[in-house]
């Protein structure tokens, strides 16, 4: 297991109802953490840490693109929280 991946998540409309982080789990078996989220009923966006081994990790990134998210990887960047 390498350290966690701190990405910015960024999920559309219609996607907001859909449990997206349990899915991870499940379907990846990878470790989320989220620092921070905020969501409405048209969008929403989570800062997640994400755990595990690193092919499963990279799947599920590869898994969110797909499903519509938006994600960028924040390593480097700060966040307090």
Same mark, same amino acid.
Do not use: T
């Given at each position: 297991?390498?350290?966690?991946?701190?990405?910015?998540?960024?999920?559309?409309?219609?996607?907001?109802?859909?449990?997206?982080?349990y899915e991870l789990v499940k379907r990846?078996?990878?470790?989320?953490?989220?620092?921070? =989220?905020?969501?409405?009923?048209?969008?929403?966006?989570?800062?997640?840490?994400?755990?595990?081994?690193?092919?499963?990790?990279? =799947? =599920?990134i590869n898994w969110l693109r797909e499903?519509?998210?938006?994600?960028?990887?924040?390593?480097?960047?700060?966040? =307090?929280?």
């Amino acid at each position: 297991m390498s350290s966690p991946q701190r990405l910015f998540v960024s999920f559309p409309e219609q996607l907001v109802p859909r449990p997206m982080v349990y899915e991870l789990v499940k379907r990846f078996d990878v470790i989320p953490n989220i620092r921070r =989220a905020d969501v409405e009923d048209h969008s929403g966006w989570m800062i997640l840490e994400l755990g595990g081994q690193p092919a499963s990790c990279e =799947a =599920a990134i590869n898994w969110l693109r797909e499903q519509g998210c938006v994600v960028d990887d924040m390593q480097g960047d700060i966040i =307090a929280g």
